[in-house]
């Protein structure tokens, strides 16, 4: 059992460190939109643009390991194993 609480905690605080990351990007989504809309950025000054995108796209592969990780460190291959042959 103290396996499965530290597992739970580890998820609990990955998802907390997740959603922190998420609303500072909705902060800096907010503060681009606000600096376009008032025509802060053209052709030539757009660099925060540019990093807000690719703070996004970092989220966004944080994301996809984190998911890939948790699935394959909790979910019971087992019964695919047997199933396929692999064991």
Partial sequence: RPTENRLE???FVLILLHALHFVAGMVALTVITRRGLAGRYDHEYHAGVKLCARYWVFLDVVWLVLFGTLLATTFDWSPLIGR????
């Fill in 9 to 11: 905690g580890l998820f």
């Fill in 84 to 87: 396929f042959g692999l064991a």
